[in-house]
């Protein structure tokens, strides 16, 4: 069953504080796979809020920004590059917040049949990706790192679940996927990674909390918001210290067997960022990156594409952690 077909609709009529009735609002939140979701509720952080939090969940970031984009959404949680793309288009939606993935849990598989056993490999085969995705950029990255052109590979353009059945079919040689689609696809197709196809060094590991311009001009909404980025935060705090537990939730949650969820949690090693001005740079090089190859058809400024204002509590979390690993 598809996951966006499994929690569309989902509507948690939670229990509203009695002081704050008259300003209770309706938050729509998309999310992608849905574990930011499913800490929030394994952490407790979804209790006694103050709104009402209605989800859709999305097999990937793409069709979350089209939801935000057509007004369907409030918030969306994605990866960077979709909203940069959605950004750059014009799309009515600014980030204001953040939290970061391991880079290496964004990588480059590979059939143990297939011939790849380095990255020099790769030259004359065909690699399916999601367009404009991190995928696209780790395999663009990948090629710079192997001393190898885009035109010395075949791109196909699919989106994860197309991309894992095209790998195991042979249809190509090569995917490049994230968590969770790594653990399921090495698990349970067999398939490994390709030597030095991780993204270190080259994906940031970003994702964003996305808001549309339109709920941010909403007063109730903003104090909303600004709530649940504050429980997020929290909750992948919780999910850090409590890697059994969530990977069981998880587990439950996305109707995947405990094993997969709990390599998934080991390798992405999600944590809260402190959302300030000090991630522009970040996107901006990402913008600059793409449209070198001409993936993005112009070039981009970013530093408008931030609302920091919302973030405060979510970077008090942030930065306590930070200090704690420290």
């Known amino acids: 069953m598809r996951l966006a077909a499994l ?37 407790g952080e ?45 799309a009515p ?6 939290w970061q993935n391991n880079p290496d849990s964004i990588a480059l598989l590979t059939r143990p049949d297939a011939g790849i056993h380095s990255l020099q490999d790769l030259k004359g085969k065909q690699i399916a990706v999601n367009r404009g995705g991190w995928g696209h950029y780790l395999i663009l ?16 353009f699919l989106n994860p679940v197309d991309g894992r059945a095209a790998l195991t079919s042979g249809a190509v040689a090569a995917w490049a996927p994230w968590e969770p689609y790594i653990a399921t696809s090495t698990q349970v197709d067999g398939t490994v990674r390709v030597p ?5 060094d080259i994906m940031s590991g970003y994702s964003y909390a996305l808001a549309r311009n339109e709920a941010l001009k909403d007063p109730a909404k903003r104090q909303a918001i600004a709530d649940l980025l504050t429980r997020l935060a929290k909750a992948q705090v919780w999910a850090q210290q409590h890697p059994q537990e969530f990977a069981r939730v998880l587990g ?35 913008a600059d990156f793409f449209h070198r190859y001409q993936v993005l058809p112009q070039s981009v400024d970013v530093s408008k594409a931030f609302d920091f204002s919302l973030a405060t509590g979510a970077n008090q979390i942030a930065q306590q952690q930070k200090e704690n690993k420290s």
């Open 7 to 43: 929690f569309a609709g989902l509507t948690l009529a939670l229990s509203l504080h009695p002081a704050l009735a008259a300003a209770k609002v309706t938050l729509r939140l998309g999310d992608v796979k849905g574990d930011r979701f499913a800490a929030l509720k394994a952490s």
């Open 46 to 90: 979804l209790k006694d809020l103050p709104y009402d939090l209605r989800l859709t969940a999305f097999d990937s970031g793409a069709p979350v920004q089209e939801a935000l984009n057509a007004g369907a959404l409030d918030v969306g949680f994605t990866g960077d590059l979709p909203f940069l793309f959605v950004y750059a288009a014009g």
């Open 93 to 98: 939606v600014k980030a204001v917040g953040a």
């Open 141 to 156: 990255g990948l090629l710079e790192r192997a001393g190898l052109k885009p035109t010395d590979v075949t791109l196909r």
């Open 196 to 200: 030095d196809g991780g993204g270190r």
């Open 252 to 286: 439950k949650t996305l109707n995947m067997p405990t094993t997969i969820t709990a390599s998934w949690i080991d390798d992405a090693r999600i944590r809260p960022l402190v959302f300030n001005a000090d991630l522009i740079p970040t996107l901006q090089r990402s």
